[in-house]
């Protein structure tokens, strides 16, 4: 979804406050905010989008940049928030457990749409961190590969290594047959 | 992070896709000739499917609505406001603990309270409470500080021992000399000559003053020498007190009792006063004893 009007205009109304300017901007961004959140394993992905959403309106005057830079700053806000999420998660899970976590894979399918056939909280399992990070920014988040490097902070190539390794992985899961 | 994160058993294989092909895949795309990878394609189409959802207009406003409300209302991490002053030059930045600003709040509220005039009131009675318990604790009269229960009961119960009617003369003379002057009979003086009579072992100097008593009715100055005799008496003043204003002192005074401690107090302090007119006939003590004695 795009914002409909000139990006700079309704950048400076959201400077200034204005309701309309932010609707805009959050439902240009909503639907696949949430779903990078989910698919990363958030167990409550509207609350994390809220705060990612706060902490949006909170830095929109230290902004610079075009649309494309304004999807990148939300998805590198959303990316620390998972990453904050899942060490909170893991510090949970090794005090009730006393012990580490058998993987980093996403632990619930929050988000996830009851119509899928796939299991992809499982599938995701067999990628590295990384790897899943990028795939899912790529197509969950529908960023370039140029976005996706200025979001986890690595070259252009780097990105493109875990790309084409996280796609082989999944072809090879994928003739396995992990289904749902 | 290593450059291959870390996935060295992948090196030098072909998997048989280049970057274009794994950009189409990405995107939902089969790359053109590379049938073999829509099922791949397929899956990655799910995946955002699965978890992209259309959001609805009101739920996007709504979170717009309350991510601006809450930057407006709350505190950053750091424990500052969203919108602060861009120096503090004028004062230090506020804390984040709400300790001091609770404490500021009951002072505040003190202080209003004590402007008033009800306030005025209560300050000025608890300083005049502290004032008056602090010399009170001074002085050692604090009800229990030093005084055991007798003399708090001594000073409740009336008293009519012996020692009374000396230290009622002790303190008649020492404090109240015009009071004896107008009540007359109320004179000790009279009192210790009648108990001297009784007791048949008066001495002459005993004599001037009584004769000098009757004469005189109540003078001042006959007083004064019974009035000084007090030194073994035990005498509190408390006792004393109770007894001055009392109207029926001369009953008690007149009783047998004195016969035996009015002779010997004289006898103690007046040996002066004794010796001179001890050779003295009683008519002459009547001119000169009430003299002599005030001297």
Redesign the interface.
Known sequence: MTIGLPFPEVLRAARS?A?WA??R???SI???L???V??QGAVDPDEL??QV??Q???GIERFEGDEAGFRSWVFVIAHHRVIDERRRQRRQTALQARQAPAADAPPADA???AS???D?PQRLRVL?E??RHV?LL???A?LS?EEVARILG?RVG?I??????G??R??AE?GAGVTR | MTLFDGDGGEMGKDHGIDADQADQLLSGRVPAGRDDLAPLASDLASLSAAYVREVDPIDARLWAARAVAQARLTPSDKGDLAATPASNADRPARQASGLPKRRTAVLESILAFLTTTAGKVVAAGALVAATTTGGLAATGNLPGQDDGPERVITQSVPVDDDTVDVADADTTELEDQAELDDQGEDCDAPDVAEADDDADEVEADEVEADDDADDQGCDPAAVAPTAVVTPEVEAPEVESEDLESDDDTDEVEADDDHEVEAPEVESEDEHDATDDHADEPDDSSDDSGSESESD
């Open positions: 406050g309701d932010w609707e901007l959050v439902a909503a639907a696949p949430r779903g990078y989910a698919a989008v809220g959403l706060l949006l309106v909170q988000g996830l749409d899928a056939t796939i992809w590295s990384d790897q795939i790529r197509v969950v529908g590969a690595k780097t493109r290594v875990l790309q084409h390794r796609l082989a999944l072809r994928l």
